[in-house]
Nanobody, 126 residues
Framework: QVMLVESGGGLVPPGDSLRLSCVLH????????MGWFRQAPGKDREFVAG????????DYTDSVKGRFTISRDDAKNTVYLQMNSLKPEDTAVYYC???????????????????WGQGTQVTVAS
């Protein structure tokens, strides 16, 4: 059984940085592509960033390109989301997700993800 545990959220002023972490428990980490999603109040959940199973491909939503970086450390079963130059519109609950079985340079961005973490709150405000 796969369990995803996120950490690293918090309250920061605009322009600041945060790094989110997500540890996958229960299955071999290299079997999964990993992604980050977010959901702001009153809005649908949206894809933020993804990395393929071996870390050779990444994808980002346009609004975070150049500011956010996703990476994975297979030795630690962990995926990270480094968020720089944060803006108030980045405020949301951020969710880690895992997609099984995509052993290529393809990066899942939606319904492929079958496993989800509990979410961590990120608030960007003065």
């Amino acid at each position: 059984q796969v369990m995803l545990v996120e950490s690293g959220g918090g309250l920061v002023p605009p322009g600041d940085s945060l790094r989110l972490s997500c540890v996958l428990h229960g299955r071999p980490f290299r079997s999964y592509s990993m992604g980050w999603f977010r959901q702001a109040p009153g809005k649908d959940r949206e894809f933020v960033a993804g990395v393929n199973y071996d870390g050779t491909s990444t994808d980002y939503t346009d609004s975070v390109k150049g500011r956010f970086t996703i990476s994975r450390d297979d030795a630690k079963n962990t995926v990270y989301l480094q968020m720089n130059s944060l803006k108030p519109e980045d405020t949301a609950v951020y969710y880690c997700a895992a997609a099984l079985g995509y052993f290529s340079d393809y990066v899942p961005t939606g319904q492929e993800y079958g496993y989800w973490g509990q979410g961590t709150q990120v608030t960007v405000a003065s």
